[in-house]
């Protein structure tokens, strides 16, 4: 069975930092290319930040771009959101997903709310 859980999520003050983490069983983690998506209530799944399989290359959002770092230690099947600088616009569910050509898996999601 495989699994993706997050977690590291919680309440920070705006300008603060959180940083998530997303551990990966029952697939060959180092196969597959790894992504943070988050959803706001009312608003669509975006994706956050991807990187690959081999951790070479990374994308994000323009929004988070400067602010936000995605990495990953295949040696742990982990995959981290490094979250700096922190607004109430980021507040959001934060969801892990894997994927390999046409295979995809999510997560369960974490909660990230930004608030004085």
């Known amino acids: 069975q495989v699994q993706l859980v997050e977690s590291g999520g919680g309440l920070v003050q705006p300008g603060g930092s959180l940083r998530l983490s997303c551990a990966g069983s029952?697939?060959?983690?180092?196969?597959?290319?790894m992504g943070w998506y988050r959803q706001a209530p009312g608003k669509e799944r975006d994706l956050v930040a991807g990187?690959?399989?081999?951790?070479?290359?990374?994308n994000y959002s323009d929004s988070v771009k400067g602010r936000f770092t995605i990495s990953r230690d295949n040696a742990k099947n982990t995959v981290y959101l490094q979250m700096n600088s922190l607004s109430p616009e980021d507040t959001a569910v934060y969801y892990c997903?894997?994927?390999?050509?046409?295979?995809?898996?999510w997560g369960q999601g974490t909660q990230v709310t930004v608030s004085s």
């Open positions: 997903h894997a994927r390999l050509f046409r295979i995809n898996y």
């Open positions: 029952g697939l060959t983690f180092s196969r597959y290319a």
């Open positions: 990187i690959t399989s081999d951790g070479i290359s990374t």
